[in-house]
């Protein structure tokens, strides 16, 4: 008996109107299917592109990274090479200051300075004849008092490591320009 005026279905009606419906959307479906199956080969395609990309990129990064590995090692090797040049010229000058130090101190060297036989102002009269039993047939010369000349050498051994230290800085530099 109809309820509302609506007949009921049966079971064989329910049935077909199942498979008219799955009919009519099979093409939509498949449509459906083969888009998937389309855009699944682009993305992985899209996915192998990126990752070879990617690839190429972290192979020149770690070719970069080597690189400048290897011109920082040169660049250390040069420092250190230069460093112990000049190390090696400190100690030279520094031995060789001493060495005249003690020569000095012990009367084995004295300083002299030359004089200017012109200059009379100066209120040194030379005398004009020379000695004979002299070994000096140079210009006449004043020996420096020892405490003067020690005091001489101490500034020049101050400017000899100035200008060796201002080597050390100018390798330096130019070490790290290259």
């Not at 682009?42 to 400048?68: C, D, H, Y």
């Not at 200059?119 to 140079?138: F, I, K, Q, S």
Request: one cysteine or more.
């Amino acid at each position: 008996m109809p309820i509302f005026g609506v007949m009921p279905f049966s079971a064989r009606s329910l049935v077909g109107a199942v498979l008219l419906a799955l009919l009519a959307a099979g093409p939509a479906v498949l449509a459906w299917r083969f888009q998937d199956l389309r855009y699944g080969r682009q993305l992985a395609q899209l996915a192998q592109t990126q990752a070879e990309t990617l690839n190429q990129i972290t192979q020149a990064a770690a070719l970069q990274q080597k690189v400048e590995q290897d011109r920082r090692l040169v660049l250390e090797q040069q420092l250190s090479s230069s460093e112990q040049t000049h190390y090696r010229a400190l100690s030279d000058a520094q031995r060789d200051q001493d060495r005249l130090r003690d020569r000095l101190a012990t009367a084995d060297v004295r300083l002299s300075v030359l004089l200017d036989a012109d200059d009379v102002v100066a209120g040194c009269a030379l005398p004009a004849a020379t000695r004979t039993g002299g070994m000096d047939h140079g210009a006449p010369r004043a020996r420096l008092d020892p405490a003067h000349a020690q005091r001489i050498i101490a500034i020049t051994d101050e400017g000899d490591r100035g200008l060796i230290a201002l080597q050390a800085c100018q390798a330096y530099v130019k070490a790290l320009g290259q």
